[in-house]
């Protein structure tokens, strides 16, 4: 796969119509560490009554909550304003519950920004020499009473949705989900003894903390901050 390089995307090829409150988002939002506490700081998007979405930015702004993926574009939008591609990483696990990240380089190492209801799904500190380091570094924390990461792909929205406007919309985006579900991605083979293992580990502290998540995984240096509810 070739490595796509830190450029800004065409003008032309990023909306112009937005809000003075959006505007000053942007503005304030310079960086992925900017983005990623931002994104800590919102309600996590349980999508209440069954009713489920997909927002572009806009919708995360007006509604004020999101999820993996509402979260993935929401960071592509704003850091693509700084320079940044509009790169995400999408996983694919055998429970069929995929997760969704914006991933980005600096200084020619891969970092990433995320949302999740875990606290080992979300970002990462741009510690990696390449994507699948960065990838991989997801995988103990991916495990949980069903979980396991079987594959992952990085890819551009600007390119994967042409025009079709996964930034702005007022609508639920479902093309992206569509989009990055049928994009093939590359395997990530594991041990049955080792998911054997992080899996027992998993289902102990469960058992013990009903109501708490675990962050006793190897390589915590190089996640980026929490959100509160995890700290």
Known sequence: ???PKRI?????????????RERRLIARLRTPTDVQRYLNALPYNEEPGGRATLRSFRGVVEHG???????????ATVLERHGYPPLVLSFESIDEL??????YRERGRWGSVARSRDPGLHGRKPAFATTRALALSYFD???DF?????????????????????????????KVERSLLDY????????????DRLRAKYQAFRAKFPDRKPIFYRGRERWMELPPEFR
């Open 8 to 20: 800004p995307s065409p003008k032309s090829r990023i909306p112009t119509r937005l809000t003075p």
């Open 65 to 75: 909550c999101a999820h993996c993926l509402e979260a993935a574009l929401f960071a």
């Open 184 to 195: 093939p991605h590359r395997s990530i083979a594991s041990s049955d003894r080792r998911v």
């Open 141 to 143: 924390a991916y495990i």
């Open 98 to 103: 995929d997760h969704v990240i914006f991933v």
């Open 146 to 174: 069903t979980g396991r990461l079987t594959g992952y792909v990085v890819v551009n929205l600007a390119e994967l949705m042409g025009k079709y406007d996964w930034r702005l919309s007022d609508r639920n985006v479902w």
């Open 1 to 3: 796969m070739t490595r």
